[in-house]
Nanobody
């Protein structure tokens, strides 16, 4: 199971760090993705970290978001900097066909 946390309300230009903690699976053996879904929009892939820790990002978040993992804590993070109103969405992590419950990120002044 995947437990997502860290969402909230932040002003434009602010930062948040999302966490995705795994139980029952060992994260370091799998690629982990962060997705988001804004109201009325399709779910989109935001960032991916591979088993070998290579990373990929959606063009809309490159240079602002960073995905990383802490194998000792069996947790993957999404550091989000310079947040914009268009980053407002529910964020999910997924690995091995498991999905976290989602956390709402709202960027608004």
């Amino acid at each position: 199971q995947l437990q997502v946390s860290g969402g909230g309300l932040v002003q434009p230009g602010g930062s948040l760090r999302l966490s995705c903690a795994a139980s029952g699976i060992i994260f370091r053996y799998y690629a982990v993705d962060w997705y988001r879904q804004a109201p009325g929009q399709q779910r989109e892939l935001v960032a991916r970290i591979s088993r070998t820790d290579s990373t990929n990002y959606a063009d809309s978040v490159k240079g602002r978001f960073t995905i990383s993992r802490d194998n000792a804590k069996n947790t993957v993070y999404l550091q989000m900097n310079n947040l914009k109103p268009e980053d407002t969405a529910v964020y999910y992590c997924t690995a091995v066909n498991y999905w976290g419950q989602g956390t709402l990120v709202t960027v608004s002044s």
